[in-house]
T-cell receptor, first 118, second 114 residues
């Protein structure tokens, strides 16, 4: 089942504008990650924010995390046409397997489709 | 290129046929994952391997689905007696155990069942 819910489902902006996407989730997490997916392709990891962090930056990306509200946002500044893609948040929580090992399980939201017009 | 690779990239099959997909992870990664993604949705977890051991399977993985990772390197995902509802993108990802573990995804195999 999908843990994250993203909003908006679709966002259309002009080149140079900022784009903000939001993600809400339901259970406690170890960290939260954002991925980008170009049409019909695999996912590219953008940024990871841990549950004890409130804000992370990477280039034109800024991610915030509010664990009390169980929400995160991704801001892309000065957007470019090449930023056109689907953006997914993925929550990560530790899972103990039957074999006795643990790993971080990714659960994705439904994604936001971003279109940046030149 | 040392990223995750998947083959084939596209597969069209008739209902009832068996299909097999292959995933080659990043060579030093000990963990491998399969996901399924349908149109307009995010990827959904199917199964997880650590080395050659399959340690977790989703309830989405019906008995028609089987995955293997012999020798802890490449992995295969087989779907027997395909159904139209199996049409989706099948994504493979790999990672290396560590404190800031990140999963790296392959380009996916798009399956269409007619």
């Amino acid at each position: 089942s999908q843990q994250g819910e993203e909003d908006p489902q679709a966002l259309s902006i002009q080149e140079g504008e900022n784009a903000t996407m939001n993600c809400s989730y339901k259970t406690s997490i170890n960290n939260l990650q954002w991925y980008r997916q170009n049409s019909g392709r695999g996912l590219v990891h953008l940024i990871l924010i841990r549950s004890n962090e409130r804000e992370k930056h990477s280039g034109r990306l800024r991610v915030t995390l509010d664990t009390s509200k169980k929400s995160s946002s991704l801001l892309i500044t000065a957007s470019r046409a090449a930023d056109t893609a689907s953006y997914f948040c993925a929550t990560v929580r530790g899972v103990l397997t039957a074999g006795g090992t643990s790993y971080g399980k990714l659960t994705f939201g439904q994604g936001t489709i971003l279109t940046v017009h030149p | 290129d040392t990223g995750v690779s998947q083959n084939p990239r596209h597969k069209i099959t008739k209902r009832g046929q068996n299909v097999t997909f292959r995933c080659d992870p990043i060579s030093e990664h000990n963990r491998l994952y399969w996901y399924r993604q349908t149109l307009g949705q995010g990827p959904e977890f199917l199964t997880y391997f650590q080395n050659e051991a399959q340690l977790e399977k989703s309830r989405l993985l019906s008995d028609r689905f089987s995955a293997e990772r012999p020798k802890g390197s490449f992995s295969t995902l087989e779907i027997q007696r395909t159904e139209q509802g199996d049409s989706a993108m099948y994504l493979c990802a790999s990672s290396q155990t560590g404190p800031r573990e990140t999963q790296y995804f392959g380009p996916g195999t798009r399956l269409l069942v007619l």
